[in-house]
């Protein structure tokens, strides 16, 4: 069993930065982790993933504001988020899966608990 665990998160104003952080208590070598989204009523979104080879994607709705980075152990990723608006408020949830390519359906990997993050206009 792999535990996902999320940190950060917390309000900013409109314009304002916020960084999360993730780890994986994984000892594969290969993964791929991403951050997703989720509003209450609306459909979760994917907003970036990044793969052992630190291989990245992101959301069109977050590219040029937001980065996904490797931290400083294996299996620890940052979510880097610059000028936030209040349509990034949502809870945002860290996901890991023991594989080198980024897989299309995440139901079934390792989920974290979500962190909130409220951005206020």
């Known amino acids: 069993q792999v535990k996902v665990t999320e940190h950060g998160g917390g309000s900013v104003q409109s314009g304002g930065s916020l960084r999360l952080s993730c780890v994986a208590s994984?000892?594969?070598?290969?993964?791929?982790m991403a951050w997703f989204r989720q509003v209450p009523g609306k459909e979760r979104e994917k907003v970036a993933s990044i793969n052992s080879d630190a291989m990245t994607t992101y959301a069109s709705s977050v590219k040029g504001r937001f980065t996904i980075s490797q931290g400083n152990f294996e299996r620890m990723i940052y979510l880097q988020m610059n000028n936030l608006t209040p349509e990034d408020t949502a809870t945002y949830y860290c996901v890991y899966s023991g594989t080198y390519y980024c897989p299309q359906r995440w139901d079934d990997k390792y989920w974290g608990q979500g962190v909130q993050v409220a951005v206020s206009s």
């Open positions: 994984a000892t594969y070598r290969w993964y791929c």
